[in-house]
């Protein structure tokens, strides 16, 4: 209001002083409105870009990175803004799995010591489905569920920090089992959209992540959020991490007979803060929960287009006249149940052998190992109702193998050799921190030094 009068008195004030100016230089009735008519408009535009200016001189405008996708998504952000100090380090890890996409949003800040490690302080994350791999006959349509992700990262990361904050996507098995043309499509759509943000990005930070450097970042993440790296008394424990598509193993061999007898590529030899560390690390592409359930009915993952053209699964693991619609991939399936030739268990449980148990090398040491679990194996508990209602896993959970998901247990029995009553941990956070990869490749995005291998994936940053 206070604005309207101001301007509405400037408008008088001037055509009272442009009346008298025309009536001096011409008496003319006609040229008199001439003057007149011109003369509004040139006020008219004089106060109208004064409102805007006095409007948009107190308002702060979202970043849009494509035609307003900030404005559009940001009323269904959780913005959790974060502190800026001057030592502050963000980064924007997103995790392209096979069934959906998520983002990590993290702020570290530089430990003020002689070896200046980054110290993670607070951790957004959130996730849609379904996972990049779906899209994979149209890659734009690709781009929804990345815009609003990437929005949540410009929400959260302080303005005067985007330019100097990285961005990053890798993608796990999803990808890996499309065919490379699908992929790289994919990827060139995720590359592009990150351009047009003002978060730094670099096009070898936009790609496929191989298995190997999956389970060590998620093994690093782990032990990063217990503190196991920075106390000399406590020992590093393994990990396990059940996904769709893929299924990564990593944990320290306490015995040298494990490391001389473990198939080549199983032991890595890495750097963690300048720790030399020899890692029993391994990633079994195809021994992910939907891929061993689609291989365990009958089907098969593949990289060729021309293939799996009719996508009707019949397996004796189902009840004999059960029929579902199941998606995997991209892919729709039709599941039926087959009759057996012997008791159904019998047939299944030779199923799960024939596609689990000799592909996947099953070191003895692990079953002495402290080894959490993560992904579906957490999931699965979840679901089953296990840990009673509405179960929150943020302590660790002990739990037995045989309580877990009937392929997920085949998984880990027939491969990795668990017992029914071996025991591993559970945790979905760790000092309220989501626990995923995305934190180690995160701290290597940033410091190479901090965590390398003789596998280098991802170049440092």
């Given at each position: 209001?206070?604005?309207?009068?101001?301007?509405?008195?400037?408008?008088?004030?001037?055509?009272?002083?442009?009346?008298?100016?025309?009536?001096?230089?011409?008496?003319?009735?006609?040229?008199?409105?001439?003057y007149?008519?011109?003369?509004?408009?040139?006020?008219?535009?004089?106060?109208?870009?004064?409102?805007?200016?006095?409007?948009?001189?107190?308002?702060?405008?979202?970043?849009?990175?494509?035609?307003?996708?900030?404005?559009?998504?940001?009323?269904?952000?959780?913005?959790?803004?974060?502190?800026?100090?001057?030592?502050?380090?963000?980064?924007?890890?997103?995790?392209?799995?096979?069934?959906g996409?998520r983002?990590?949003?993290?702020?570290?800040?530089?430990?003020?010591?002689?070896?200046?490690?980054?110290?993670?302080?607070?951790?957004?994350?959130?996730?849609?489905?379904?996972?990049?791999?779906?899209?994979?006959?149209?890659?734009?349509?690709s781009?929804?569920?990345?815009?609003?992700?990437?929005?949540?990262?410009?929400?959260?990361?302080?303005?005067?920090?985007?330019?100097?904050?990285?961005?990053?996507?890798?993608?796990?098995?999803?990808?890996r089992?499309?065919?490379s043309?699908?992929?790289?499509?994919?990827?060139?759509?995720?590359?592009?959209?990150?351009?047009?943000?003002?978060?730094?990005?670099?096009?070898?930070?936009?790609?496929?992540?191989?298995?190997?450097?999956?389970?060590?970042?998620?093994?690093?993440?782990?032990?990063?959020?217990?503190?196991?790296?920075?106390?000399?008394?406590?020992?590093?424990?393994?990990?396990?991490?059940?996904?769709?598509?893929?299924?990564?193993?990593?944990?320290?061999?306490?015995?040298?007979?494990?490391?001389?007898?473990?198939?080549?590529?199983h032991?890595?030899?890495?750097?963690?803060?300048?720790?030399?560390?020899?890692?029993?690390?391994?990633?079994?592409?195809?021994?992910?929960?939907?891929?061993?359930?689609?291989?365990?009915?009958?089907?098969?993952?593949?990289?060729?287009?021309?293939?799996?053209?009719?996508?009707?699964?019949?397996?004796?693991?189902?009840?004999?006249?059960h029929?579902?619609?199941?998606?995997?991939?991209?892919?729709e399936?039709?599941?039926r149940?087959?009759?057996?030739?012997?008791?159904?268990y019998?047939?299944?449980?030779?199923?799960?052998?024939?596609?689990l148990?000799?592909?996947?090398?099953?070191?003895?040491?692990?079953?002495?190992?402290?080894?959490?679990?993560?992904?579906?194996?957490?999931?699965?508990?979840?679901?089953?109702?296990?840990?009673?209602?509405?179960?929150?896993?943020?302590?660790?959970?002990?739990?037995?193998?045989?309580?877990?998901?009937?392929?997920?247990?085949?998984?880990?029995?027939?491969?990795?050799?668990?017992?029914?009553?071996?025991?591993?941990?559970?945790?979905?956070?760790?000092e309220?921190?989501?626990?995923?990869?995305?934190?180690?490749?995160?701290?290597?995005?940033?410091?190479?030094?901090?965590?390398?291998?003789?596998?280098?994936?991802?170049?440092?940053?």
């Amino acid at each position: 209001m206070h604005i309207a009068n101001i301007s509405l008195f400037r408008v008088q004030g001037l055509l009272r002083m442009f009346d008298r100016n025309v009536a001096v230089i011409n008496n003319s009735r006609c040229s008199y409105k001439l003057y007149s008519v011109v003369g509004v408009f040139l006020v008219s535009i004089f106060v109208t870009f004064t409102i805007i200016y006095n409007c948009f001189k107190s308002s702060t405008l979202l970043y849009t990175f494509n035609e307003n996708d900030v404005a559009l998504y940001a009323p269904y952000l959780p913005s959790p803004k974060l502190k800026v100090n001057t030592n502050d380090v963000y980064a924007v890890m997103f995790d392209a799995g096979s069934t959906g996409s998520r983002i990590h949003v993290l702020h570290f800040v530089e430990d003020q010591t002689a070896n200046s490690h980054l110290r993670l302080v607070a951790s957004v994350f959130e996730q849609v489905k379904p996972g990049l791999s779906s899209f994979a006959e149209n890659a734009t349509e690709s781009l929804d569920g990345l815009k609003y992700l990437l929005a949540i990262a410009l929400d959260t990361v302080p303005k005067n920090k985007w330019e100097d904050t990285m961005i990053a996507l890798k993608a796990t098995a999803g990808l890996r089992l499309l065919p490379s043309t699908q992929a790289q499509a994919l990827l060139d759509e995720a590359y592009h959209l990150f351009l047009s943000s003002p978060f730094r990005v670099r096009q070898q930070d936009v790609s496929i992540m191989d298995g190997i450097s999956e389970g060590m970042f998620l093994w690093f993440t782990v032990n990063f959020l217990r503190g196991t790296f920075f106390d000399d008394s406590s020992s590093p424990v393994g990990s396990i991490d059940l996904g769709g598509g893929s299924c990564q193993v990593a944990f320290v061999p306490q015995n040298q007979d494990t490391i001389l007898s473990s198939p080549k590529g199983h032991i890595e030899d890495i750097n963690i803060f300048g720790k030399k560390i020899k890692l029993y690390v391994h990633s079994y592409l195809g021994l992910g929960l939907q891929s061993a359930r689609l291989a365990m009915m009958g089907g098969k993952e593949t990289k060729d287009e021309t293939e799996n053209l009719f996508h009707a699964l019949s397996s004796p693991c189902l009840p004999l006249h059960h029929e579902e619609e199941w998606a995997f991939g991209g892919v729709e399936y039709t599941a039926r149940g087959a009759e057996p030739t012997r008791r159904r268990y019998e047939e299944c449980y030779h199923i799960a052998q024939d596609v689990l148990g000799y592909q996947v090398h099953q070191p003895i040491e692990l079953q002495d190992q402290i080894v959490y679990a993560f992904s579906y194996v957490v999931d699965k508990i979840e679901e089953s109702g296990f840990l009673g209602k509405n179960p929150e896993i943020d302590e660790p959970q002990q739990i037995k193998v045989q309580d877990i998901d009937l392929i997920a247990q085949r998984v880990l029995r027939h491969g990795f050799g668990y017992h029914d009553n071996s025991v591993l941990v559970l945790q979905k956070k760790i000092e309220d921190i989501e626990v995923s990869w995305a934190l180690g490749a995160a701290v290597h995005l940033l410091r190479g030094d901090d965590i390398s291998s003789s596998v280098e994936e991802m170049p440092s940053g």
